[in-house]
């Protein structure tokens, strides 16, 4: 069955009905049971790699001990305790829930925008987001403690959402190419406007917000995990609730209609969802491009094009990626620390190549 007709036949199907056809199919409950295998193995070997390399059964024994006290004999320094508790686990949980969340947000809107290029990097959000956080680290200050960035990354990606919305209905770029290209319009302006705000900032903070904005998890701790979790966790399953709705939205607005699916109202509200996923995500790990437009189709490639199954799919595969574009990102030139951006835009931009040679 092709992907278009296994969404039309979704289409059709309750909610419930999508989700029993899910666990009907042993194959995909078997991939995503080996896939979560690999999640923890990679968080694992994440964790023990690095300038200092630390042995996965000691990773092991440090998480058992922080989470049951004296579950395991203590055979390692108080230092490997810190680079793993402190310093490397919060960074490889950060960038798997970064993965995920973008991932989602991809596959969201390559699904109500029929437009297999979609991105949240592409269409401005990550920039909106970007910009909101840079004004708070440097101009408004930390008004509401922890919340401050976070909220004001949220509120440049909403802007920026309704911006590219904005352009599109004033520019009548309804196909879906010229729905990229507004996005990618919008996004130049942005960061326009977020490099002013750098330059009229403080210089001493100049090099970390530069560093940020081109993407790296260094900065992770554990009340910063919070967070995304929570978001993730929510806007996630709200996405994956309305899997059967998703489905219907890449045949066309009409088809949808017809299925009683508000179209214009569900689309505005899945883009508030991803600005506030992305929105979240850029607070903690500056701009990383590109996940959000590989990973769904990776995915599709594998499982289909049915919503129940992509969603939670290409999270747990965005997950697996970025925890070792890091583990790339901090080994490649160590002990400096590259942008993990610069990691993802390279493999996104070959990516992104491909996918214009496919002529999808």
Known sequence: MTDRAEADLSADLSLADTRRIARRTPGFALAMSGGLVVLVVSIVFAVSIGAVAVPAETVFGIVANKLVPDLVEV???????????????????LAALVGAGLAAVGAALQAVTRNPLADPHLLGISSGGAFGAILALLHTGLFLGLFTV??????????????????????????????????????????ALANILIFMG???????????MLGGL????????????????????????????????TIGDETASTLGIPVARFRLTVFVVGALITGVMVAFSGIIGFVGLMIPHTVRFMAGGNYVRVLPASMLVGAIFLIWADVLARTIMSPEDMPIGIVTGLIGGLFFVWLLRKRV
């Open 150 to 191: 976070p909220l004001m990354a949220f509120t440049g990606a909403l802007a920026a959402t309704l911006l590219v919305l904005g352009v599109t209905r004033f520019t009548a770029a309804t196909s879906a190419d010229r729905l990229v290209l507004a996005g990618v319009a919008v996004s130049f302006i942005i960061l």
């Open 202 to 212: 403080d210089p001493r903070a100049t090099h970390t917000v530069v560093f940020w």
């Open 75 to 93: 055979t390692w320094s108080d230092g490997r305790e810190a680079i793993v508790w402190d310093i490397r686990f919060p960074r490889v949980l």
């Open 218 to 249: 260094g900065l992770a701790q554990w009340p910063h995990l919070a967070f995304p979790l929570v978001i993730l966790s929510v806007c996630g399953a709200y996405l994956w609730a309305r899997a059967g709705d998703l489905n219907a939205m």
